[in-house]
Structures are given as C-alpha cells and as structure tokens.
C-alpha cells in the first residue's frame, strides 16, 4: 500500500490546549509507518475576523514553538510563506458557487450580528479546500466543526475532476476523537478550545503547574463536569479513570497526571532556542513546496491557463 498522507492545520488564534495535543499534536509526533504527516500554521484563516498583528505573529510563532516542543517531527510551515496557496483558492474560488460558501454554518455563526463581514470569512472554506488539495492529502483530522468543510473541500475536487479531467486526490475525514471528548473545566456543554471565553476552563499545554491545578481545582462537580474530569484522567494516562472518594480526590489526581505529561513539553519549550523554530519552518516550507507547486501547474493547465 502506497503512503498515507495527512494534513494537520493549526490557526494561531490561541494558546495551544490539552485537547489540541492529545487529538492533533500526538498523533503527528508518533504517527503510524506509512503516514507522512504534514504540520501547517493557517496564519491566512486567522484574518477572517478583527485582529492585532503584534499578537498574530507572537501566537504563530508560539504554535511553531509549541509543536517542535511537543516532539514533532514531520515538516511544520507558515501557510502564508507558501504562495500556491492563495493561487488554487482563487482557481477553486472559480468553480465555487456563491451559494455553496454562503450555506457554511461558520460563516453563518460568526457573522450574525455582525455591521461588517470580511469577504475572508466567506471564502476561506475554499481557501481551506486548497490547504488540502494542495499536498494530495489523504487523510484530515476534522471535529464535527470543520466537517461540513470538509465536505465542501471533497465537492469542489469532485467537480474540478469531473469538468477538467483528474486533478485532485479526493480527501477523508478521520476524527481525532481525544480531543472531541475534552470539555471545558467551568462549561463542560461545550468543547475545550484554544480561544475560549473562559480561560479558567482550558488546560493550556505552556501553562505552570501551579495554574494547572488552580484550574483543575475550580472546575465545576456537575455529573457533565465530573464525567469531562474523568475522560480527562483517562485520556491522559491511557486507561479508565478509577473510582475515587470524593471530588477533590478526582481533581488532584487529574491535576498530577496533566502536570506530569505536559512537564517536558514545558521543559522542551523553554529550552528551545529561536533558530532552531525559524529553521524547522524554513525546512518545512522547502518540504512542502515542490508538491504544491506541481499541484498549481497541474490545475491551471487543466483548468486552461497558459503556463
């Protein structure tokens, strides 16, 4: 059987969070022989909304910091330094319909309410299918977030194939369900995320030990909330979550086993010198563009550009 190809994207909208590690991060750092596992910082998607630039960069270099620190190996780059990119969107953006972007539940969500849209917010699903396409990918991690995405992604491949011959490998989704089952500490009806609006619920992978088991030690003892802290316990040590005597058992035995996996994560970050981040990207970038481009020339000329 021929190599498997996956594609993880991370956007660098927030701290990178326990659930983000166990559903996204390990499974690149071990993955299974066969896998080439490709790592892309989606700085582009991060401009879909209001944002600070000062901030954009710090938190795209933290997740290339954060990834390397957490034992990845496979090529990490910066979406934005690879131009093919931003040349498939527009050539996907041509066999897109309006319609078909205006339907993204995201898109809908997030701009409710809004006075202005970013035309960005409308169109970075097929900027996101061009992620994809891109690598011939044949595997993306997906939550159920991103899989109507993902679908749109598998829509617009099919077409460009049917009308101008075969150009695209068609991707699936794998769900990465660790990180489906980590609910937030103060809100566990909802999924534990990088950008949350309670902070106090999100188990960062940088922060110290002593903010760790505040957070642990604060979180709700509603059945979801109890439930959410053994699935915690479980999925960090690999086994089920024995029973305990009571709550604030429960808890430090969380806030140990966290505190003890994310200890050389931590140690790694802090020791990982500035060179050594901007190198894996550039080595990254270098990995990734020969393939790109080749996808590039093979979509405009079978889409009928002059090359």
Do not use: W
């Not at 990119?85 to 339907?103: S, V």
């Not at 939550?143 to 699936?172: C, K, W």
């Not at 200890?263 to 500035?274: F, M, T, Y």
């Amino acid at each position: 059987m021929s190599e498997i190809r996956r594609l993880t994207g991370f956007k660098p909208t927030g701290h990178l969070q326990l659930g983000n590690y166990l559903g996204a991060i390990r499974p690149i750092a071990s993955a299974r022989p066969g896998t080439e596992s490709i790592a892309m910082i989606a700085d582009l998607h991060a401009l879909t909304v209001e944002h600070d630039p000062a901030t954009l960069r710090s938190l795209t270099m933290e997740v290339a910091s954060t990834l390397l620190a957490c034992g990845v190996t496979a090529p990490i780059y910066l979406q934005s330094a690879l131009s093919a990119h931003t040349e498939l969107h527009y050539l996907l953006e041509a066999t897109t319909g309006f319609g078909e972007a205006q339907r993204m539940i995201q898109f809908k969500e997030k701009s409710s309410g809004q006075q202005q849209v970013r035309l960005s917010l409308l169109t970075y699903p097929v900027l996101m299918a061009a992620d994809i396409l891109l690598h011939d990918t044949h595997e993306v991690p997906v939550g159920d977030d991103q899989s109507q995405h993902l679908e749109l992604t598998r829509t617009i491949a099919r077409r460009f194939n049917d009308r101008y011959g075969p150009t695209f490998t068609m991707p699936v989704g794998v769900t990465p369900t660790l990180a489906a089952r980590l609910m937030d500490l103060q809100e566990p009806e909802r999924k534990m995320g990088k950008s949350s609006s309670s902070p106090n619920g999100t188990l960062y992978l940088l922060d110290p030990p002593e903010v760790t088991r505040h957070k642990i030690r604060r979180a709700v003892t509603t059945p979801p909330g109890v439930a959410n802290l053994r699935e915690i316990l479980a999925a960090v040590t690999g086994g089920p979550a024995p029973e305990f005597d009571g709550y604030a058992n429960l808890k430090a035995a969380v806030a140990e086993a966290v505190i003890e996996l994310l200890a050389p994560i931590r140690k790694a970050h802090d020791e990982l010198a500035a060179e050594a981040v901007t190198d894996a990207l550039s080595s990254g970038l270098s990995h990734a563009s020969a393939r790109a481009h080749a996808t590039v020339s093979r979509a405009k000329n079978a889409i009928g550009l002059c090359l």
